[in-house]
């Protein structure tokens, strides 16, 4: 698969998370799942480069995709029986993280990949809470309920 087909997968995977959602837009927990389902698969050759990137970025992350994907799906409403939209378009939240794993791959020299995407997910995550709790979560900062050691 190229670039280009595994991007396309990763939209309709996400679409398809969205509809069970019952979400209007893609928001980046639908793209999350599946950047987490498409690294599990096995290009049609076995030597589909984007694919063992994506892997690779999951294992150095020390994340089980499946696992992964399980608990962010227990996060997400039953809504089966929503109706399914006429287009679908992605959040600006999900615009952004596009926008920025674009920018992490010009900053490489690499063409945009479902690496840089995931890598564009942790960052923009780091970055909200960095923002929005002082820059450490826990007691006093912001939601968290337990201390985070802070060499995490």
């Given amino acids: 698969m190229s670039n280009g087909e595994v991007s396309n997968k990763l939209l309709k995977v996400a679409a398809g998370e969205m509809t069970v959602s019952g979400f209007a837009e893609i928001a980046p927990i639908h793209l999350l799942i599946a950047l ?6 096995q290009s049609s050759n076995g030597a589909d480069e984007s694919l ?4 690779l970025e999951f294992d150095s992350l020390g994340i089980e995709p499946r696992r992964f994907r399980r ?8 809504q ?5 939209p006429a287009a679908i378009h992605r959040s600006e939240n999900t615009r ?7 920018a992490l791959a010009q900053a490489s020299g690499e063409e945009p990949s479902p690496s840089h995407l995931l890598r564009a997910m942790f960052l923009s995550l780091a970055d909200m ?24």
């Fill in 80 to 84: 089966s029986s929503a109706p399914q």
């Fill in 36 to 41: 987490s389902r498409v690294s599990e698969e």
């Fill in 129 to 152: 809470v960095a923002s929005n709790q002082g820059g450490y979560p826990g007691p006093g900062n912001g939601p968290a309920d337990d201390d985070i050691p802070r060499e995490l």
């Fill in 52 to 55: 063992t990137a994506l892997r």
């Fill in 96 to 102: 952004h993280i596009y926008l920025l794993a674009d």
């Fill in 71 to 78: 608990r962010l799906r227990a996060l997400l409403p039953k």
